[in-house]
């Protein structure tokens, strides 16, 4: 049989196929698959890209923002898994292992210690020590430790325990229910939290003490005072009050309590773990509910003549190491709630511990003991006005129990103290000192004068200064040559470029979103991003010396002294908070990109290390499989699918797959079509002059005759089929086949960036293989010159991708790739030497791309 009749043939006898229906369902779904994909990532990536601008402590955020977006992220990724699996069908399985991993991680980050359920509901101080804080809280470990460790002068006491609280609150059905009312309330939200705390402070308050509790309290009362009726401070010691947080000032301290209010003032102490200003603070320093445990300590009141706070370092000024002590008549509690101004005395510890200054005021009035078992506010007497409630003495011998105190616990502390009337001086407690950064740097000014702006518009997505001399990226390659300090300028974000940003003192691109995978590696690296100014590879000059104000959203000109002199990051106080750590620690498991290179050997679910990782792995195999669809969905003319009317000599057949055909048309035209990508390729296809025969020589035609001749029957059979297309509203899989050659063009296009992408496979042709090879080598340059980000040429097949573009210029992009399968229909039987493929090429640049 001759080979044009096994042509004719191929064509005239097509038969109707069974599998049709099957095989549209099966693309239908796995396309409805993808979407879903795509729209799981990109909620990923957004909210990716909100959690890590939290990271720089300019907004208020509590635990409850962390745990509920780490849970949409993880719930996201999962579904992300699930949808690649359906378009690949079930072949990355690995990936929920990876999944799982990963996501013990994001919940390990949460872990903080837990109350201790030992059994003992009080220990004696004599019996504590500071690795007991998860049973006794902070402030009663140090006092135990400081009674039998150190040891310095302690008043007798003990604890009632975690372990109590515990009991006490499961007693009463208060830990699920307020677990539960807790957990969905949000710091930013005062009247809600206000609400709460009243409620749960009226039923702590009128609630039971389980009988054994109250007997385990009174018995230990009874023996650490030996039967005597002492006064006593019932004081907060939660689990994580006074170690790394302090919780200064949130909870409650009754003093001067008499034995028979001890267990309704323990009550009124745990409901004040409730209060609304201490709710609002654990939940802003990352605690959650049950974390926040509360032990008790019941103290031997001391009826302090003079009392106060004494700092082992100067929180205002730390580098001289000076110690400073607040001091007042009467009880210390004047010094912490600011009724009454305090007497400071300062020391310096080298070269010997000496007074330097001190400074007297007039003290009105005083806090004392009475007799009834309250605290009074009495008038100072006439005697001790501006006199020194401490001596010289005393003055010493509370600074060096502050040397013996830091130097015991290792860092400066916070220490309360009292001496009673009799001269005993006495330690109530001590913690760790905070002493954070001053804040030293300058705002960065809106406007710098006498400097020309290049660029006025962007989005910042990482916030800094930065200054160097522009490396413009024009292909993968030139990043082999990025130089240490470089500014790199691209026309588009991508994730390779990770590899230089240790090196880049700032990234600058024309396009590119907030929520991309690069911008999420440069906030992780910390280099100043500015994207989307849509001209910085027009108005920056290659290796011109530019400064980038990634906090306005400038790029000026030259060296900037005003921005870069001045300049300097701000500390960050959140950035010593648990909430930050936390914070810290789960985006670790979500943030970081491993997978880069998607042709890598190492680009595999088993290297998926991050939440980060799955999503881009996923993301390229599911355009990866949607692309080779056409696999299983061999159309031919007569099997079902609607044939178009085009007026152009291809024949088309066309299945929508949602959204794309406008209405139920018994005959199709290109009016019918809702398909973004598809009309805007199909200006292409119609605005050029199809070729009707090029002017080849003898040797194209032989070559051309030659090469038929040689074609087995799968081959032909190849070659004979239709063209077909799969679409919808914004993706198109459009299978051309002109002749002896193959376009496989498809595109995404929406008007979120970063889904929109084109991928292109072109192979085949009728001609020589020279001939053939110049053809691919033309169109090659022709996709590198409308800026395809990936070209693969192998032999006489292209691969080809383009992504993230906005619409209008993804758009733009695919009429020139319209124009482009209509140019190249048969040229490379015209292709005879490398002049004739310039000719072409450099005719088609000047024609249809030169100021498009």
């Known amino acids: 049989m001759g080979f044009f009749q096994k042509i004719l043939d191929k064509f005239s006898g097509a038969s109707a196929d069974t599998g049709y229906a099957a095989q549209k369902e099966v693309f239908t779904r796995r396309y409805a698959s993808f979407c879903a994909l795509l729209s799981a990532n990109n909620a990923i990536l957004k909210t990716m890209a909100d959690m890590e601008d939290k990271l720089s402590g300019e907004y208020l955020i509590d635990r409850r923002y962390i745990v509920q977006n780490a849970a949409v992220i993880s719930s996201s990724v999962k579904e992300v898994i699930d949808r690649l699996n359906d378009v690949a069908e079930g072949k990355y399985t690995a990936l929920y292992e990876r999944y799982q991993q990963i996501s013990l991680g994001v919940e390990e980050a949460f872990i903080r210690r837990r109350p201790v359920s030992d059994g003992s509901l009080t220990v004696s101080f004599d019996a504590l020590n500071r690795t007991m804080a ?19 002068p302690v008043p007798r006491g003990f604890a009632i325990t975690s372990t109590a609280y515990i009991r006490f609150m499961q007693h009463n059905g208060f830990l699920d229910k307020i677990n539960r009312c807790m957990s969905g309330l949000s710091a930013d939200n005062m009247e809600a939290l206000r609400a709460a705390s009243k409620q749960i402070k009226e039923q702590i308050l009128a609630a039971e003490i389980p009988p054994d509790m109250n007997s385990a309290i009174m018995d230990m009362y009874e023996t650490v005072f030996q039967g005597s009726d002492i006064p006593v401070s019932i004081r907060s010691s939660a689990i994580e009050e006074d170690d790394e947080f302090s919780f200064a000032g949130q909870y409650s301290t009754y003093l001067n309590i008499n034995k028979a209010d001890i267990l309704q003032k323990y009550k009124a102490v745990i409901a004040s773990l409730f209060s609304d200003n201490a709710i609002f603070y654990y939940k802003t320093k990352g605690f959650k509910e049950s974390d926040m445990a509360m032990a008790v300590g019941v103290v031997e009141m001391v009826n302090a003549r003079a009392g106060g706070v004494m700092y082992t ?118 913690r760790p000192l905070h002493i954070y950064a001053h804040e030293t740097t300058l705002a960065v000014p809106t406007e710098v004068r006498g400097h020309e702006r290049l660029i006025e518009k962007g989005v910042v997505t990482c916030k800094g200064v930065g200054h160097g001399k522009a490396f413009i990226i024009r292909r993968e390659d030139d990043l082999f040559d990025f130089p240490e300090g470089g500014v790199l300028i691209a026309r588009t974000t991508s994730p390779r470029y990770v590899t230089v940003m240790n090196k880049a003192a700032a990234i600058v691109t024309n396009i590119g979103g907030a929520t991309g995978h690069m911008a999420s590696l440069a906030r992780e690296y910390q280099v100043p991003t500015l994207l989307n100014t849509e001209i910085a590879t027009e108005v920056i000059r290659h290796g011109q010396e530019i400064t980038v104000d990634a906090v306005n959203g400038y790029v000026y000109d030259g060296y900037v ?7 300097e990051n701000k ?85 929508d797959l949602g959204g794309g055909i406008e209405g139920t048309p018994k005959k199709l035209n290109p009016e019918h079509i809702r398909c973004i990508p598809f009309n805007a390729f199909f200006t292409g296809l119609t605005a050029m002059p199809w070729p009707q025969g090029r002017p080849l020589d003898v040797g194209g035609f032989m070559g051309m005759v030659a090469h038929s001749a040689s074609m087995n029957e799968a081959q032909i059979d190849e070659m004979a089929k239709c063209s077909f297309i799969f679409l919808s509203d914004h993706y198109m899989n459009f299978s051309i086949r002109l002749g002896y050659h193959l376009s496989l063009v498809e595109a995404y296009v929406s008007d979120n960036l970063n889904d929109n992408y084109i991928k292109f496979h072109f192979n085949g042709g009728g001609a020589q293989l020279d001939r053939r090879l110049r053809r691919v080598s033309l169109i090659a340059e022709i996709l590198r010159e409308i800026e395809f980000d990936s070209i693969v040429v192998a032999g006489d097949v292209i691969d080809a991708r383009l992504s993230k573009y906005k619409r209008h210029l993804i758009q733009q992009k695919l009429t020139i790739m319209g124009k482009l399968t209509v140019y190249t229909k048969q040229l490379d039987m015209v292709m005879y030497n490398d002049s004739v493929a310039d000719h072409y090429k450099t005719e088609f640049i000047k024609e249809h791309i030169s100021g498009v």
């Open 134 to 152: 998860n049973l006794a809280g902070g402030k009663n470990a140090n006092l135990g430790e400081m009674k039998t460790t150190v040891p310095v």
């Open 313 to 430: 370092n100067d929180p205002n000024d730390p580098a001289v190491h000076n110690i400073i002590i607040n001091a007042a008549w009467g009880l210390g509690t004047t010094i912490v709630d600011g009724s009454a101004e305090a007497q400071t005395y300062t020391l310096v510890k080298e070269p010997e511990l000496k007074l330097i200054s001190s400074n007297i005021p007039q003290q009105a009035i005083m806090a004392v003991c009475n007799e009834t078992g309250s605290i009074d506010e009495a008038q100072t007497p006439e005697a001790q006005l501006g006199m020194p409630s401490i001596s010289d003495t005393e003055i010493m011998q509370l600074s060096k129990y502050a040397q013996t105190l830091e130097g015991h616990f290792g860092l400066p502390q916070d220490i309360e103290w009292a001496i009673d009337h009799n001269g005993q001086l006495f330690f109530l407690q001590t």
């Open 561 to 567: 002294s005003e921005l870069i002199d001045n300049y």
């Open 571 to 655: 500390p960050n106080p959140f950035r010593d908070t648990l909430l930050f750590r936390i914070l810290s620690q789960v985006l670790k498991w979500i943030v970081p990109l491993n997978l880069i290179h998607p042709e890598a050997e190492q680009f595999s679910p088993a290297n998926c290390s991050t939440y980060h990782d799955i999503t881009r792995f996923a993301h390229e195999k599911a355009m990866q499989h949607m692309f080779l669809l056409t696999d299983v969905a061999s159309v031919q003319s007569g099997f079902g699918a609607m044939r178009m009317v085009t007026g152009l000599p291809i024949d088309l057949y066309v299945i």
